[in-house]
Each structure stands twice: as C-alpha cells, then as structure tokens.
C-alpha cells in the first residue's frame, strides 16, 4: 500500500500536462510542501521500511520521482503553482526533452527531488560562493529499478555533487532506493565507485555535457568536480530544509515560489481539504476538449 497516490490531468506530452498529488486518504497535497522530507521510524504510517540497517534510519529521506532513467523528457514540480503538481518543463514555448548524451539515452538514474528543501537564490552558499537556483535539492537515485514519474520512495543519502548551473549553485544529491536489491552495501560515496564503478566519472561528465547540445557553454563545477561524502550532503540538506522553513513561514522572500500546502499548521499559506480540491477542479477546467477526453480516458 503506497502513502501517496497520483492523479493525471491533461494530455501526456502536452503544456497542459499536470500530475497531481494525493495522500493515503485521497486527499490532494503539495509533494513539495506536504510529504516529508524524513523518514522518521522503521515504520510510516503502517508501512515497514526494509532493508535499512538500524544506524541508518537517521539518513532515510523521501524523495520524489520526476524523470524516471533512460528518458528524455524534463518533467518537474512545478513550484511556481497552487499544489506543485508535476508538470513537463517549457521553454521557449517548446516542451522540453534533454539530448542524449552518448553513449546514454536520456537520464542516467532515476531524477527527482527532496521535499521540503529550497535553495535560496537570495542566499550565497558559503561553500561555492554562488547563490541557490531557486528549487528543491535535485536526487540522482542510482538503484537498479526504473522508477515511474510521480513515485515517492525511500533513500538513503550518499553524497553529493555541486554544481554551478549559469552562476548559480544546483546540489545533486548520489542516493540508493533503499529497497534496491544492493541498497544494503551502499553507505557513502566511496562504495558508489566501488560497487558500480564508472558511474560518478558518468555523472560528472553527463552534467558537464548536457546543455552543449542547446548551444551552451559546458557547465562549471565547485570543489573541481569532486564528489562530497554523506556527512557533507546532510548538511547541505539541513541548511535547504532551514531555507524551505523560512518560505513556508513567509521569513524570507519567495518570489514567484507558490507555497499553497494543506498539512504546515503553522503555514500563513495553508489552505484547506476542499480549497485544495478547488484548485485542482480548476485545472481541469482549463483543459481543451480533446485533452478533457483523453484524461477521462486515462482514468
């Protein structure tokens, strides 16, 4: 039994996609404010978290899953409206799709993102000097299962990679699903290029390459490309959930960041059960007649 469900609306492929959000009791919730970033006990909600030994419950994160591996499309939380359903990235008024990257196809681990983080883009990084690109830490999960866009698993951190995307600081986190068959034999960085050796030299290279096909310069990194250890990448997630507190408190300036939640009790932008299905109606409202049939279809 999942704890989190979700619901399409629209048209696959299409401006008007969205991917909804909804928790065990089929209420619709924001995944980027609402799910927890940690799991906190060898068992949420009635359901058994496995294959983590007892030390490692401390380093146990949720993550959601917005680009599934081998893909091309660039679909992501869309933190700038009401409930940050997933939605496919547009630019240029083009939907966009990632190069392949040879010899890869798309994406080379399952791509997502940490709830309840944010990098500040008013906040200058101590440790590469450049300010955060205004989203949610982004997770390369490296487990052997070809995740689905929406999925909300278990991670255990492994390390993390900083890169520095137009200026601006882009976290990448190394994490293991901790239900993967080999999850058990990961605990840090150094076991990722023991155990499936090439794959950091890949990722660094991917995310040195991948805007070069668009017509951009190759991407720059901090700390010379070097891959930090767990240690370090908890930090980094503790220092993003503190800037994501700020927003959802209303302590800092959050621009355009919508930041609509139903479960912050403390949140001056909480909203309700029914505003929040309020909101979702109305997206569906705003579909074309053809993309109305086509999501009826699908449900």
Known sequence: MALYHTEERGQPCSQNYRLFFKDVTGHYISPFHDIPLKVNSKEENGIPTKK????????????????????????????????????????????????????????????????????????????TNCFGDNDPIDVCEIGSKILSCGEVIHVKILGILA???????????????????????????????????????????????????????????AFNGEFKNKAFALEVIKSTHQCWKALLMKKCNGGAINCTNVQISDSPFRCTQEEARSLVESVRGKLTGREEKVWGERR
Request: hydrophobic content about 35%.
């Open 163 to 221: 890169l520095i995307d137009e200026g601006e600081t882009d976290w990448k986190l190394i994490a293991i699903n901790v239900n993967d068959p080999e999850a058990s034999k990961f605990h840090d960085i150094d076991d990722v290029e023991k155990f499936k050796p090439g794959y950091l030299e890949a990722t660094l290279n991917w995310f040195r390459l991948y805007k070069v096909p668009d017509g951009k310069p190759e991407n720059q990194f």
């Open 52 to 127: 983590a030994r007892n030390d490692e419950y401390e380093n146990l994160f949720n993550m959601i899953v917005e680009i599934p591996r081998w893909t091309n499309a660039k679909m992501e939380i869309a933190t700038e409206e009401p409930l940050n359903p997933i939605k496919q990235y547009v630019k240029d008024g083009k939907l966009r799709y990632v190069a392949n990257i040879f010899p890869y196809k798309g994406y080379i681990w399952n791509y997502g993102t940490l709830p309840q983080t944010w990098e500040d883009p008013g906040e200058k990084d101590k440790s």
